[in-house]
């Protein structure tokens, strides 16, 4: 079992930028897709952002779309989130987790994703 620990997040103003990473320990996630959720107080956790194995592939929500940018380091087993142009309503706990098969097209549900992080908290303040 994979355990993800997510940290750089914070506080920031509206425009500002924040870069999120995701690091992986108990095995290598350099065969795995990734993923970026997000979950705002009173409010479902939903998709940010997801990249292949080989980061040929990403996906991204329509509301961070050319916001955000996900990438990773295989040889750090490392996922980064750079978000830019932050607004209020990026204001959530960041969740990083793990698909659950390998050499998979990353997913865009909940249920495709099978290791999760503990979260790290990003507020954008006006």
């Known amino acids: 079992q994979v355990q993800l620990v997510e940290s750089g997040g914070g506080l920031v103003q509206v425009g500002g930028s924040l870069r999120l990473s995701c690091a992986a320990s108990g095995r290598t996630i350099s065969n795995y897709a990734m993923g970026w959720f997000r979950q705002a107080p009173g409010k479902e956790r939903e998709f940010v952002a997801a990249?292949?194995?080989?980061?040929?592939?990403?996906y991204y929500a329509d509301s961070v779309k050319g916001r955000f940018t996900i990438s990773r380091d295989n040889a750090k087993n490392t996922v980064y989130l750079q978000m830019n142009s932050l607004k209020p309503e990026d204001t959530a706990v960041y969740y990083c987790?793990?698909?659950?098969?390998?050499?998979?097209?990353?997913?865009?549900?909940?249920?495709?994703?099978?290791?999760w992080g503990q979260g790290t908290q990003v507020t954008v303040s006006s």
């Open positions: 990249i292949s194995y080989g980061s040929a592939i990403t």
């Open positions: 987790a793990a698909s659950r098969n390998a050499f998979r097209r990353p997913g865009q549900a909940l249920q495709d994703f099978g290791s």
